[in-house]
């Protein structure tokens, strides 16, 4: 999955212990999978998930801070660096393994954008972002890791460090109406059964992040379903909260 410092270094580094940390007692463990990860997602949806990555990277073009969550191998990442020139990126996970691919990857597509590049090995619940400033969350296959404790807390902590018509991107499985309701209800319970075997994830259903992302001030602006439903991939733009004038 993919401290107390003030700000995000330029290293690969350890979370701290912190408050938030009791929100994710039992940390799945990517490593196992981190090689044979992009085989393995080939092998059982084809191309599905990174035509759900890709399909929004024309749109981010303009963005110059971005944070990325669980990317990873890099493979978005990677694309989003080479197309915009301009784009500071922070890339967080857990796996120290996913990270050493995901900068490989990025330094194969232009070695120069690894100067734009900093990644962080920690929790997304912990990692420290005070100080920091996005106009691009970036969160593939991700936020269906997170119980939903967990996912009101990451955005809790994410959208006060959000600027005015931030966007942030989202890739996740999803539960579909109509004939594709049961069919995807066991297709998602498989693929947690086996990346909890594989991982030791612990989350065993969706988490309702549209609720969570509306109340901290994000409008869903665009949205892209795949494999019949099964799939979805967001735009998410921030409008905060305008002030309210003094009393009188």
């Not at 994000?218 to 921030?238: C, D, K, N, S, Y």
Request: charged content about 20%; overall charge positive; some cysteine.
């Amino acid at each position: 999955m993919k401290t107390t410092e003030s700000t995000l270094d330029n290293t690969t580094h350890q979370s701290l212990k912190s408050p938030a940390s009791s929100l994710s007692t039992n940390e799945p463990d990517f490593d196992r999978i981190a090689r044979p990860y992009r085989w393995l997602e080939y092998l059982t949806l084809g191309r599905a998930l990174e035509r759900c990555r890709l399909h929004y990277l024309p749109n981010l073009l303009k963005q110059r801070h971005a944070l990325l969550l669980g990317d990873g191998d890099g493979r978005f990442l990677a694309q989003l660096l080479a197309r915009n020139p301009y784009l500071q990126a922070d890339a967080v996970d857990t796996s120290a393994t996913m990270l050493r691919l995901l900068r490989q990857r990025c330094e194969t597509a232009a070695p120069s954008i690894t100067t734009r590049l900093q990644t962080h090995q920690a929790s997304a619940l912990t990692v420290p972002v005070e100080g920091k400033s996005y106009d691009l969350v970036v969160t593939h296959f991700f936020l269906d890791c997170l119980n939903q404790p967990e996912l009101e807390a990451l955005v809790a902590r994410i959208a006060p460090r959000l600027t005015p018509g931030a966007l942030w991107l989202i890739s996740d499985f999803r539960i579909p109406g109509g004939l594709m309701r049961l069919p995807a209800k066991f297709i998602i319970r498989i693929l947690y059964l086996a990346f909890r075997t594989l991982t030791g994830l612990r989350t065993t259903r969706l988490p309702d992040h549209s609720t969570s992302l509306t109340q901290a001030g994000l409008t869903r602006i665009a949205h892209r379903h795949g494999l019949a439903g099964l799939l979805v991939t967001e735009l998410w733009q921030f409008t905060p909260n305008p002030t309210p004038p003094p009393r009188q």
